[in-house]
């Protein structure tokens, strides 16, 4: 089946540097993806839609700036999240979508714990 | 919010039990996903239930859809103490040019030996 590959699993980093989250679609290729955030025992919430190739779109109240987004590839997506503070720590999760087809079509990495100190 | 809601928020239940959870939703939708979450971990897909869908079974699961209502409720039979997770209803819905699936708020299910 479809599996998509989140990388890193969890990363620790300092207040003020960047860290790049990947996403892969490993077996198919996804036009779209979507990545989530969600704090401890809250549900997830949709940050952006990205579409290879373009620009990706966010959701209502999330800075575009802070949360880069590139989708160069059918198969890959990252997220950026630039100069992160303490308040950025939390669970991002992407999927991806399989261009064409199935009904279901999405599927979710396995999450990236992000703390920052 | 375009948020759906779940509830109960968190539910406690001896092993051998039924647990049934209920999903509400703003939107017209194309589908109607269940998804489980161990604590800290990955999502896993459980059953996807179709707009012109009423109801479907997946072991011991059951789904039952209500567009009229915008509802959907999760039924776990002869629950287990593995089954312990949250539990999160998903909608996937048309956004302008865009598909894409919002989240229930989630239900705690604990199963008890």
């Known amino acids: 089946g479809a599996v998509v590959s989140q990388h890193p699993s969890w990363v620790i980093c300092k207040s003020g540097t960047s860290v790049k989250i990947e996403c892969r679609s490993l077996?198919?290729?996804?036009?779209?993806m979507f990545w989530y955030r969600q704090f401890p025992k809250q549900s997830l919430m949709l940050m952006a839609t990205?579409?290879?190739?373009?620009?990706?779109?966010?959701e209502q109240g999330v800075e575009k700036d802070k949360f880069l987004i590139n989708h160069a590839s059918l198969t890959l997506s990252t997220l950026t999240v630039t100069s992160a503070h303490p308040e950025d720590s939390s669970f991002y999760i992407c999927?991806?979508?399989?261009?064409?087809?199935?009904?279901?079509?999405?599927?979710f990495g396995s999450g990236t714990r992000l703390t920052v100190v | 919010s375009q948020q759906g809601e779940e509830d109960p928020q968190a539910l406690s239940i001896q092993e051998g039990e039924n647990a049934t959870m209920n999903c509400s939703y703003k939107?017209?939708?194309?589908?109607l996903q269940w998804y489980r979450q161990n604590s800290g971990r990955g999502l896993v897909h459980l059953i996807l239930?179709?707009?012109n869908e009423r109801e479907k079974h997946s072991g011991r699961l059951r789904v039952t859809l209500d567009t009229s209502k915008k509802s959907s409720s999760l039924l776990i039979t002869a629950s287990r103490a593995a089954d312990t997770a949250s539990y999160f209803c998903?909608?996937?819905?048309?956004?302008?040019?865009?598909?894409?699936?919002?989240w229930g708020l989630g239900t705690s299910l604990a199963v008890n030996p």
């Open positions: 999927s991806a979508r399989e261009t064409g087809g199935w009904v279901y079509g999405y599927t």
């Open positions: 077996d198919f290729q996804a036009t779209t």
């Open positions: 990205s579409n290879e190739g373009s620009k990706a779109t966010y």
């Open positions: 939107t017209s939708i194309n589908n």
């Open positions: 239930i179709r707009s």
């Open positions: 998903a909608t996937d819905f048309n956004a302008g040019n865009n598909r894409k699936l919002i």
